[in-house]
């Protein structure tokens, strides 16, 4: 009795692997490319009747013929299973991230920082602002200058006229002159600009964008992409020629 009993358990277990098995191989099967199709399956019905060429078959309705008369032998199944694994691809290389340089952000000189600023800025020292084009987690490389018309032009007048205020100016992390700025930013009026700084290397941007919102009839438009220009230590304009690269002003 013990016997029996040893040898129903031993193939109710056989059962179970086998069941196991042919499942691990239908999934399988469904899984795995068609053999390329018979040239007869161009054919008409008709003729196709006629032929004894067999209908394409899947591979996997091959590999489960073959490795159901071994079920007792898993391992030669998954060695089929792990050929049709994928190599595990490398995760893409993303470009460093842009940023857009909120105005929000931008705070006003101290009168120490202006101060050494060429004096035609003095007189806006209430609304001349720094902001920092600074790269995730890295220290500050770059700062641009710039008067903010807006907050100047809020206690004025509404038919005050408009100043020539100095172009906004990037300043390195020794306050020196890197690039000018064509247009004011954030706004010259009635223009709205929206700067984008990217591409950076070593926590300095590579290339400066900006995008102009022109409500007058000629619409938007993009300023020349400023660039960082190593051998020469500036920013200046790439591309199109339209609008010449300002010079810095000496201070």
Known sequence: MPQELSE????????????????????????LPRWPASPLGALPRSTRKLTSQPRPMRFGSMLIVSCGAFFHLPALCD???DARTPSPTKAPV???????????????????????????????????????LSAPGRPTRLTLVSIFTEDYYRDR?????????????????????????????????????????????????????????????GGDYKLPAMRWDPSLKLYQSKGSKTIKDIPCPTF
């Open 8 to 31: 129903h358990a031993s193939n109710q277990s056989h059962a179970q692997n086998s069941r196991a098995v042919m499942a691990f191989l239908g999934r399988l099967a469904t899984a």
């Open 79 to 81: 060695s089929f299973a």
């Open 94 to 132: 993303h470009a460093p991230a842009w940023r857009t340089l909120d105005p929000m952000a931008c705070q006003v000189l101290t009168a120490e920082q202006l101060a050494r600023l060429p004096a035609v800025w003095h007189r806006y020292a209430a609304v001349a602002k720094g902001c920092k």
């Open 157 to 217: 007048p509404v038919d005050a006229p408009w100043e020539e205020f100095p172009k906004p100016l990037l300043l390195d992390q020794d306050f020196r002159c890197v690039g000018v700025l064509p247009e004011i930013y954030p706004i010259e009026q009635p223009r709205e600009l929206t700067l984008r700084h990217g591409r950076w290397r070593d926590g300095l941007p590579q290339e400066i964008r900006i995008h102009v919102s022109n409500p007058a009839i």
